[in-house]
């Protein structure tokens, strides 16, 4: 659930770069024109309203200026939720990193729906702000508008830099770890961590029984057609990759202590890619 405003309030900066929500009076109108039952509702279904409007905006046979208001609608709810990505980023690594969800908001609230004070320029090479990008990509049947706004931004290049410089880097445990090879290991805690033969033998070990049993579930699951973020290890997986990891050294791990150890060996590939890129 959320509210109607989303749909007629812009999240942008203003010319002091500072963040407000605009209420747009012509999109405002033309959306309670085709919602008029949620006039005197607080909450709102953001499935169903999404579903009519992606239906009306992809309607070739609707006038050009329908589409347009339409396509706003949709704008002002991404920008919505392009804000929440920001807050949340900033929740999570701000403090740590020091950056705030204001220094993130540059890169990717740059959408003023300029459109409705001018004619749309046809020229291909004509800016595009990140709300439109979000649009234009967007398939319903993949994703929630919410989740693939939340993708998108995370992956925007600028933002992108700008967190590496700050220490961040947005990928899960799992998936370094499944795009790591064991002679990459190998030699990123050889040069760059300077570990011992040992424990560099130990991680290649864990790493090589992770991706018979974690990674190769993850590509018959892609196979399969199921696609998404990595989730961590089962218990089962866990137990397994440790099982595998006993036979090769000997040495019996605790899931947990496997789960741990997946992790830290996650943190120096982490570390490494910060400091390289």
Sequence with gaps: MGTASKYWK?????????????EVASVKAFFYQRFPE???????????????????????????????MTECCLRCFISHQIEQTCIQ?????????????YDLFVFVL??????????????????????????????????????WTNRLVKHQR?????????GVYLVSDWAIL?????KQLQRILAEFHSLTEVEIEQAKVLLESYHQIYRQARLEQRQAGVKGKCPPPSVEQLEQIASLF?????????????????????????????HVR
């Design 110 to 147: 740059d959408d003023t729906l300029a459109e409705l004070n001018q004619p749309r320029q046809s020229n291909p090479g004509t800016y595009q702000p990140m709300t439109t990008k979000i649009l234009q990509t967007f398939d319903e049947a993949k994703a929630s508008l919410s989740t």
């Design 38 to 68: 949620l006039k005197n509702q607080i909450e709102v279904s953001d499935r169903v309203i999404q579903h009519r409007l992606l239906t009306l905006y992809r309607d070739s046979s609707i006038a050009n200026s329908d589409r347009l």
């Design 178 to 182: 499944n795009d790591t090879n064991p």
């Design 10 to 22: 812009l999240i942008r900066l203003d010319t002091t770069g500072k963040r407000q929500a605009q």
């Design 89 to 101: 980023l900033e929740l999570r690594f701000g403090s740590e990193h020091g950056f705030t969800r």
């Design 246 to 274: 006993e036979r090769a050294t000997n040495l019996r791990l605790s899931s947990e202590v496997t789960l741990a150890r997946l992790q830290t060996v996650a943190t120096w590939l982490r570390q490494y890619r910060i």
């Design 158 to 166: 600028e933002l992108n830099a700008f967190l590496l410089e700050h």
